[in-house]
T-cell receptor, first 111, second 112 residues
């Protein structure tokens, strides 16, 4: 069974710090990886996606992918209280239409 | 730009009653469409997905069904709701497999 594992947290960081969120996946055939942010009571919002090994940066967010280690991470620089949310990691691959989601990591940024 | 609409936002239904949730997408053609459920404190569970009109794949055996009567319309239904059907129902779309999925605002369903 394909799985995506995340530390459930909560992860607590001070405002202005770097938050590091991690994710591992079991299916070596996974090709696409996504990070979603979900505020309490709201629907998931896409933050980043990454398809190739290495880093991908978008503003304060950097996604990192290491396919050999089956590891995906999300770095949030200069964390703000508004970044406090649950972050969902997801993976899909090949002709498989299914996104497999992790259960999410709760991030709290303290002012 | 593409937008996805889901309604209603909240719904309270008695056990045994029917259900119909609707989702529509604008600004794109032939999207892949998905229904998810998120139970309290749990992860996202894929219920159904569709790659075209009339094409529905079910992921989890249950008393729910889905239909896609038009290219950009996806409907989730039940003839008789169970207490266990409570949860946050999310519709999503993507342009193709492996592309990002984008979610609607969701429907919070409570069964009494």
């Amino acid at each position: 069974q394909k799985e995506v594992e995340q530390n459930s947290g909560p992860l607590s960081v001070p405002e202005g710090a770097i938050a590091s969120l991690n994710c591992t996946y079991s299916d070596r055939g996974s090709q696409s990886f996504f990070w979603y942010r979900q505020y309490s009571g709201k629907s998931p919002e896409l933050i980043m996606f990454i398809y190739s090994n290495g880093d991908k940066e978008d503003g304060r967010f950097t996604a990192q992918l290491n396919k050999a280690s089956q590891y995906v991470s999300l770095l949030i620089r200069d964390s703000q209280p508004s970044d406090s949310a649950t972050y969902l990691c997801a993976a899909t691959g090949g002709s498989n239409y299914k996104l497999t989601f992790g259960k999410g990591t709760l991030l709290t940024v303290n002012p | 730009s593409q937008t996805i609409h889901q309604w209603p936002a909240t719904l309270v239904q008695p056990v045994g009653s029917p259900l119909s949730l609707e989702c529509t997408v604008e600004g794109t053609s032939n999207p892949n469409l998905y229904w998810y459920r998120q139970a309290a404190g749990r992860g996202l569970q894929l219920l159904f997905y569709s790659v075209g009109i009339g094409q529905i794949s079910s992921e989890v055996p249950q008393n729910l069904s889905a239909s896609r009567p038009q290219d950009r319309q996806f409907i989730l239904s039940s003839k008789k709701l169970l207490l266990s059907d409570s949860g946050f129902y999310l519709c999503a779309w993507s342009s193709t497999a492996n592309q990002p999925q984008h979610f609607g605002d969701g429907t919070r369903l409570s069964i009494l």
